[in-house]
């Protein structure tokens, strides 16, 4: 396997996971979110470190969010339409609670299971290797496979304290390797917290934090798309809706979550 035959592979598996990344962005609302005025953020510094190693916090507490519970066995149930796939249906559960993070699972009518690490830090809640998780480890194709690899990994996937007008970022960078070549790529989440929208979904009506999200890619230093996500967060319940927009390789694609039933022991 060359560059050749490793690039449209590993692109079109992108193309393919991402109607399930827009089931977990962080990455979402029936329309796609305008973001105005535009992002402001500040640069952050790239770790270097095993993403997995950094300090976390070691008390229970530091793990309890207010828009985002981490009690053991909580459950949200959400109805999804998405406009390569269909409608679907996901469960979210909280299946492992730990000191310094938790695990959630995500189940999928159309028989996706994905198992999502979260850690717990000072400074809020970390989504360990989401491009991992967003298209899997591997990426296969007709010529072969190619392993994903996090070179590096910074920032949060939510900040400890939630405030409207407050920014944040999250990056990634990764490499797929195949059998005779070797591509490399970032991926770059910018978050802004707009402020309360009253927001109303099948499980009811919530004042929501309203978090819009630009997602940019890049592979071998060459930009090939910007997603969008717009989620809504409800306080003591979590992710209660969520748009998720993406133009990337000519295809355009649009997956819409919103929340049905949640139930916390």
Not at 10 to 35: D, E, K, M, W, Y
Not at 37 to 53: F, K, M, N, R, Y
Not at 57 to 69: A, L, N, R
Not at 251 to 261: F, G, Q
Request: hydrophobic share 35%; with cysteine.
């Amino acid at each position: 396997m060359n560059a050749t035959t490793l690039r449209p592979m590993f692109l079109g598996r992108i193309r393919l996971g991402l109607p399930i990344v827009a089931a977990l962005l962080a990455v979402q609302g029936c329309n796609p979110s305008t973001l105005t005025p535009p992002l402001q953020l500040s640069t952050i510094e790239v770790a270097t470190a095993d993403p997995s190693s950094g300090s976390t916090s070691q008390s229970t507490d530091d793990c309890g969010h207010d828009y985002f519970p981490s009690e053991e066995d909580s459950t949200w149930e959400y109805a999804e339409t998405n406009n390569m796939t269909g409608p679907d249906h996901s469960t979210y559960t909280l299946a492992e609670s730990r000191e310094d993070g938790f695990t959630m699972e995500l189940k999928f009518s159309k028989g996706v299971t994905l198992r999502i690490e979260y850690a717990c830090t000072d400074d809020g809640l970390i989504m360990l290797d989401p491009l991992q998780q967003f298209v899997g480890a591997t990426a296969g194709g007709p010529d072969g496979s190619a392993t994903l690899t996090t070179l590096a990994h910074s920032g949060l996937t939510m900040p400890a304290e939630l405030n409207a007008a407050s920014s944040w970022q999250q990056y990634v960078q990764w490499e797929a390797r195949g059998s005779d070549d070797v591509l490399h790529g970032e991926y770059t989440w910018d978050f802004v917290a707009w402020g309360l929208e009253v927001t109303t979904v099948p499980f009811g009506t919530f004042d929501a934090m309203r978090v819009d999200t630009e997602i940019h890619g890049t592979l071998e230093g060459e930009d090939y798309g910007t997603c969008r996500t717009t989620t809504w967060y409800a306080k003591d319940v979590g992710m209660i809706k969520e748009h998720f927009s993406c133009d990337l390789l000519g295809s355009t694609i649009d997956n819409a979550k919103e929340l049905e039933s949640y139930d916390s022991p």
